[in-house]
């Protein structure tokens, strides 16, 4: 027997928990899982991805807001499917369908993607009511696993499960002595890349032909382009872009200005095309990069230090390319996506319980 596994998210734009989604799709153990994804918006733009890979995708076509009746509904759905376990991603899914798993008899399994570091005090308050009807409580990183305890998550029941990436799709290539630095990220403002701006028009003379490329889109950009107009050719903004193992190939260094970070999956698509990093020492990075080893770690907020770190790496070719083979290793031992797919293949094997319908969820 098969065991049904319904994983529900908020939306499926594009985004990094949304390229985990295809990834467990991809990555499934079809003999031991059967795979169904719920969107409580819209369908999106990779939902057809995920529907590629022979998954069915339900949208719910709920509003923003207060959906109280969202719990009754998906504890309906999760009957209809015979669902054995329900895998949540991210807060406001987990509010809905951690009660729902309850009601329908399934096993829930919740995984937080970010630091969550902006609920306020009732937010807080109802994602910990929420996370009583988890089994498991999964943090990406071990530094976001002591930020749910410090917002009352039950230590019995948080796990840290890496993210991990797809090693098949960035082959090792190692810095390109001609290329620029890269970012990819979405351009919020989480992302502070108003400080990494500042750090290249700190760069000067020092690094004359230094060269940043921004691959993203989000509601910062336009403000971005106006700010950094001043700074000419130096820096690139590409938009969204889809091949993004391509752009990598192409770079000389990795850039990730960050004020707060899960564990960044381009962080890790970076490392493994053999890329140095130069990234702000903030949530799980430091549990990826080893300072000076694999890459350089530094202060938030702070353009001065992140331009001397820009500095150092593009001056320095063959420290950087011993870098990018010391990140590649890394990625490899640690953050396949096999290893991430295996460790929650085996919460969702352990006590199982049967799917049952409880009272309320007929």
């Known amino acids: 027997m098969t065991i049904n596994v319904v994983h529900v998210t908020q939306g499926l734009d594009v985004g990094g928990q949304e390229k985990l989604l295809v990834e467990f799709a991809r ?14 918006s819209t369908h999106g733009p990779m939902a057809a991805e995920l529907e590629a890979t022979g998954w069915p995708v339900t949208a719910l076509q709920s509003g923003q807001g207060i959906r109280p009746e969202l719990v009754l509904r998906l504890a309906r759905l999760f009957v209809q499917l015979r669902t054995h376990v329900v895998h949540t991603h991210d807060e406001r899914p987990n509010i809905y369908a951690g009660p729902a798993a309850w009601l329908a008899g399934a ?19 109802i994602v910990r009511v929420a996370a009583e009807f988890n089994d498991v409580f999964a943090c990406i990183s071990a530094d976001s696993a002591m930020v749910a305890r410090r917002h009352g998550i039950s230590r019995r029941r948080l796990r840290v499960v890496p993210n991990g990436i797809d090693l098949s799709r960035f082959s090792f290539c190692g810095p390109n002595p001609r290329g620029p630095a890269v970012l990819v990220a979405r351009l919020a403002p989480e992302k502070d890349v108003g400080t990494l701006l500042d750090a290249v028009a700190l760069l ?6 230094f060269q940043l490329v921004i691959a993203g889109d989000g509601p910062c950009r336009a403000a971005l382009e106006a700010r950094a107009a001043t700074l000419g050719q130096r820096v690139r903004f ?20 960050s004020i707060t970070e899960g564990l960044s999956l381009t962080l890790l698509e970076a490392m493994a095309t053999g890329l140095p990093v130069v990234a702000t020492n903030v949530g799980g990075n ?9 890459g350089i770690l530094v202060p938030p907020r702070n353009s001065a230090l992140l331009a001397d770190a820009l500095a150092w790496c593009w001056t320095r070719p063959e420290t950087c390319a011993r870098m990018g083979r010391e990140a590649r290793r890394r990625v490899e031992e640690q953050f396949d996506i096999r290893h991430m797919i295996a460790a929650y293949e085996h919460l969702y094997t352990l006590d199982q319980p049967r799917p049952s319908c409880r009272a309320g969820a007929s």
């Open 238 to 257: 590409l938009g969204v872009v889809h091949e993004v193992p391509s752009l990598l190939s192409q770079a000389r260094l990795f850039v990730l200005s």
């Open 27 to 40: 990555h499934a153990d079809r003999s031991l899982f059967t795979l169904h994804f719920v969107s409580l």
């Open 286 to 294: 430091p549990e990826v990069i080893s300072d000076g080893k694999t």
């Open 107 to 125: 096993k829930s399994i919740h995984t937080r993607h970010s630091q969550a570091s902006k609920l306020t005090r009732r937010q807080r308050w």
């Open 204 to 209: 000067g003379s020092r690094c004359p032909d």
